[in-house]
C-alpha cells in the first residue's frame, strides 16, 4: 500500500520513490486519484500507487487552523457548515423516516412491484422515492450508499404486503446513490 500520510501533515514536501519505475520526487494534488475516505498517491511516471493521503475530518481541520495552516483555514467554514448541515439532515431524516407498515398506503392488486427512485427535491435535497405502478407510495431524505435502508424498506414492504409483495426495484437514476461503492452489492439486490 505505501505510505499514509495525514493530510495536513506536509506529504507534498516529502520525497516518494516508486518501487516500479524508481522514480524518486515530491507529489501533489495532481498525483492524486481521489477515493471516499482518501486519496491514492500515484507515481507521476508509470502510475504505480506511492501510497494514500487520508482526508481530514473537523478536528484535524481545526487543530491544523489553529497552527496557522493556510488551506485548513480556508476550508474551516465550509466544512463545519456541511457538518452541521448533515447533522441537521440526519435528524430530519429521523423524524421523517419511514418507521412502520402503518405509514404505507393500502394498495390494491394481486401482484405489487415497486420501484426505488431518486429525485432533487425542489429544497435541493435528494430523496429516495418508493413507487408502485407510478404512484408514490413513500419518499424520504437519501443518503449515499444506503443499501442498508433499501433492506429496511424491502421487509417492510414485505411485512405490509405479504404475498402480494413481488419486487423492490432500484431505478437506473438510484442505483449510485444507493450503492455507493458497492455497485456489484446492489445489482444483486435488483433482481429481488
Known amino acids: 500500500m505505501g505510505r499514509v500520510c495525514k493530510y495536513y501533515s506536509g506529504w507534498q514536501r516529502e520525497l516518494f ?21 482518501a486519496a491514492i498517491i500515484e507515481c507521476p511516471k508509470c502510475y504505480r500507487s506511492l501510497g494514500v493521503v487520508a ?27 456541511r457538518v452541521d448541515h448533515n447533522w441537521e439532515l440526519l435528524d430530519r431524516f429521523d423524524r421523517e423516516k419511514l418507521r412502520s407498515t402503518d405509514q404505507l398506503p393500502d394498495l390494491e392488486g394481486e401482484s405489487l412491484e415497486f420501484d426505488w427512485d431518486f429525485q432533487k427535491g425542489s429544497d435541493g435535497e435528494f430523496y429516495q422515492v418508493i413507487r408502485a405502478r407510478d404512484a408514490e407510495v413513500w419518499r424520504e431524505l437519501a443518503f449515499f450508499n444506503s443499501l442498508h435502508r433499501f433492506e429496511e424498506i424491502k421487509e417492510m414492504l414485505r411485512r405490509k404486503y405479504g404475498k402480494r409483495f413481488k419486487c423492490l ?16 452489492k446492489a445489482l444483486q439486490i435488483s433482481d429481488l
Do not use: H, M
Request: with cysteine.
Open 55 to 81: 482526508y481530514p475530518n473537523l478536528e484535524e481541520t481545526r487543530e491544523a487552523a489553529a497552527n496557522g495552516n493556510e488551506e485548513a483555514l480556508k476550508a474551516l467554514p465550509s466544512f463545519e457548515s
Open 169 to 184: 426495484r432500484p431505478t437506473p437514476a438510484s442505483i449510485e446513490w444507493l450503492s455507493g461503492d458497492n455497485l456489484g
Open 17 to 37: 520513490t516508486c518501487s516500479q519505475c524508481g522514480w524518486t520526487g515530491t507529489v501533489g494534488d495532481r498525483d492524486l486519484e481521489a477515493g471516499d475516505v
